[in-house]
C-alpha cells in the first residue's frame, strides 16, 4: 500500500480552512497521480493504491467538510462511489488466488490421498485380493468425486473473473467521465484551491 505523502505548509497557529486545503490539495494530487497507470486493467497494485488515494480523501472530506462554506456532498459522494468501485475491484483481484490456491490444494490432498490408497493396498493385499482391493479403490475414489467441491470452485473463479472485467470497465467509464466533467478542478474550486 502507497503511504500518504506528506503535507507540506501546515501551520497550528493557522486556522483550520488553510491547513485543511493544503492537506485536501495533496490528497487529490495523489488521487490523480494513478491517472495514467490505471488504465491498464493489469496494474493491480496502483488500483488499490487509488482505492486508498480515495479512501484518504473521503475520509478528509468528511473530517474537514464543515470548514467550508461549499456544498461539499456531491465531491464526497463521489469519491465514496469511486472508492466503492475500486474496492470490488480489489476483492475480485484478492479472490480469484485465494480460490486458485485452495484448487492447488486440493489437488495435492487427492494426490495424497491416492498415493496413501495405493501404498496401503500394495502392503496388505495378496494377488487373489487384486480384484477385491481394486473394486475398493474404484468405489472410494467415486464416492470422493461426489463430494468434489473444485467444479463450484472453478464456477466461483469464472464468475469473479467476469465481474472483475464489468467493474473494471464501469470504472474506466467513471474515471473519464469525472475527467471530462473537470471533477478535480470543481472540487478544488469548492475548496479554495489553487
Known amino acids: 500500500m502507497a503511504k500518504p505523502r506528506p503535507v507540506s505548509g501546515i501551520d497550528p497557529s493557522k486556522r483550520v480552512r488553510p491547513n485543511a486545503r493544503r492537506i485536501l490539495a495533496t490528497r487529490i494530487d495523489e488521487v490523480y497521480q494513478y491517472d495514467g497507470l490505471v488504465a491498464d486493467p493489469a496494474n493491480i497494485t496502483d488500483l488499490h493504491n487509488m482505492r486508498i488515494a480515495f479512501k484518504r480523501l473521503r475520509y478528509l472530506l468528511e473530517i474537514f467538510g464543515s470548514a467550508f462554506d461549499a456544498d461539499l456532498e456531491p465531491y464526497l459522494d463521489q469519491v465514496k462511489a469511486m472508492q466503492d468501485l475500486l474496492g470490488e475491484i480489489h476483492d475480485c483481484d484478492v479472490q480469484v488466488p485465494m480460490l486458485e490456491a485452495h484448487l492447488a490444494w486440493l489437488e495435492r490432498q487427492e494426490a495424497l490421498s491416492v498415493e496413501r490408497m495405493l501404498t496401503s493396498a500394495r502392503?496388505?493385499?495378496?494377488?487373489?485380493?487384486h480384484e477385491v482391493a481394486l473394486e475398493r479403490f474404484r468405489s472410494r475414489l467415486e464416492s470422493a468425486?461426489?463430494?468434489?467441491?473444485?467444479?463450484g470452485i472453478h464456477t466461483l473463479i469464472a464468475l469473479r473473473r467476469a465481474q472483475r472485467v464489468a467493474l473494471y470497465a464501469r470504472f474506466t467509464n467513471e474515471w473519464r467521465r469525472l475527467k471530462h466533467e473537470r471533477f478535480r478542478q470543481h472540487l478544488e474550486h469548492a475548496l479554495g484551491i489553487r
Do not use: A, G, L, Y
Open 145 to 151: 468425486r461426489r463430494t468434489d467441491e473444485r467444479p
Open 123 to 129: 502392503r496388505t493385499r495378496t494377488p487373489e485380493d
